[in-house]
């Protein structure tokens, strides 16, 4: 049987099975996405001790997983991974994007904690410091508090763009909505409706969660200034 | 030994090179084409032309480029009789597509964040809107996009290894082709598949500085 042509009933039969792969989609990129909140951290902090072979070297281990395709870190982790000896252990499917995605995401989410750092107000580092606070408290009560505000839509773009990413785990044989056409168009020889309703459930999920981030970063910016406004007022008022 | 293996593999993984380089300077030409032209469309006074080329753009960033290039392959031919004549131009379309697509914003906000008096002082010299655009708006847009179109291009070069699954003689094709010949050298396979592509990667970086001390300058604002 080959299709030559676009059939709704091929579409309404190959729909119900292409959605089971939905929950392993959405699991996958929550998992992964977690992971790369995570593993960010542990960037941004090794890139903040001060030693300059150590912060070159962490420097240019991020730049090679940023810039080589998280595709054949996929394969990396899942084909050779067990293969290196002594370390080596094999790992699921699931497991192996996990890893794979969440370490090649980490790198971009280590960067957006840094520039929400790097954009606190250097006065308010040193205010910290001439009113003594501690370490953790100047982290705590001071930093964060003006970091994190303005990285959540980044933050948010970046679920939206491993949520577009995680198809690739496909590649390595887990059965997400991808897969599932796949194996319907080898089936029945033809891709064109199962490929298409793999895109509509992408544009479906990740259109309206865009829209959100708009009027979350909106929100974040608008309040953002009105409070640097308003504490430009108070110091004037101090004055 | 792995320095044997090593050098059994380098010339391997080599044979693929030129399909990856081809095809990132054919999605990066194309690509960027697609950027003005739907940026500038997305610009235009025509509502018909804003609303489709608006539909294009959340069409291509709303969906995952493996989609894209699943889609492109399988199904143009089948849908539309149009036979793409390889699978290099499958690849080539969907990345230049869906990297069009992002970098479009890229277009449509820099055109946008050229400071208002910049027009305003153009309108009172009395330039055409086509002038304005041409003269004054354009060349202070494209330097603030530089930065961005470098990052792109460093996307590109990594979605090239999305090729190799529609069955492109790419570098990654090759290396799958060694890890199955002899599963061992899986590891120093891909780790070497992952320094081919650290090293394209390199110049791109590179230039995406040069680019972003270039921008810093000669912006007004």
């Known amino acids: 049987m080959n299709n030559n042509s676009w059939s709704w009933e091929t579409f309404f039969d190959a729909f119900p099975i292409v959605i089971q792969g939905i929950g392993i989609t959405l699991g996958l990129t929550i998992t992964c996405y977690l992971f790369a909140l995570v593993f960010g951290l542990v960037w941004t902090f090794l890139r903040r001790i001060p030693n300059k072979p150590f912060h070159w070297v962490v420097t240019w281990v991020m730049e090679f997983i940023r810039s080589t395709p998280p595709l054949v870190q996929l394969f990396f982790i899942y084909y050779a991974w067990p293969m290196i000896p002594v370390v080596g252990v094999t790992l699921s499917p699931f497991t192996s994007a996990v890893l794979g995605l969440g370490i090649h995401f980490s790198t971009y989410i280590g960067e957006v904690y840094r520039s929400g750092i790097d954009n606190v107000d250097k006065g308010q580092w040193e205010a910290s410091r001439a009113l003594n606070f501690s370490t953790r408290q100047k982290w705590t009560k001071i930093v964060l508090p003006q970091a994190i505000p303005p990285t959540v839509p980044m933050l948010g773009n970046y679920l939206i763009i491993m949520f577009k990413e995680v198809p690739l785990a496909s590649t390595i044989g887990v059965v997400g909505i991808l897969q599932m056409a796949n194996n319907y168009g080898a089936q029945h020889w033809t891709y064109i409706e199962p490929l298409t309703i793999v895109a509509i459930l992408f544009l479906v999920m990740s259109y309206p969660s865009a829209i959100l981030i708009k009027k979350l970063e909106n929100r974040v910016n608008g309040n953002f200034n009105k409070k640097s406004a308003l504490s430009t007022i108070e110091k004037g008022g101090a004055a | ?221």
């Open chain 2, 1 to 221: 030994m792995t320095i044997n293996a090593m050098m059994e593999i380098f010339p391997v993984l080599m044979q693929g090179i030129t399909i990856t380089i081809t095809v990132l300077l054919a999605a990066a030409f194309f690509g960027y084409l697609m950027a003005f032209v739907a940026g500038l469309c997305r610009l235009s006074n025509n509502i018909v032309l804003r609303k489709f080329t608006g539909f294009y753009v959340e069409v291509f960033r709303g969906t995952s480029l493996i989609v894209q290039l699943f889609w492109l392959y399988y199904a143009i031919p089948i849908l539309f009789g149009i036979e793409l004549g390889s699978n290099w131009w499958a690849g080539v379309i969907a990345i230049a597509l869906n990297y069009g697509a992002y970098m479009s914003e890229v277009v449509r906000g820099s055109i946008l964040s050229v400071a208002k008096g910049q027009t305003e002082a153009a309108t009172a010299l009395n330039m055409s809107r086509f002038q304005r655009m041409r003269l004054v708006i354009f060349p202070q847009a494209v330097r603030m996009m530089l930065p961005e179109f470098g990052n792109y291009l460093i996307q590109m070069l990594k979605a090239t290894s999305l090729v190799s699954l529609i069955g492109m003689t790419d570098i990654l094709y090759y290396g799958d082709i060694l890890r199955s010949n002899d599963l061992s050298q899986a590891p120093v396979v891909y780790l070497l598949v992952l320094v081919f592509y650290f090293i394209m990667a390199l110049p791109l970086i590179w230039l995406t500085r040069k680019m972003e001390q270039i921008s810093k300058k000669g912006v007004a604002s």
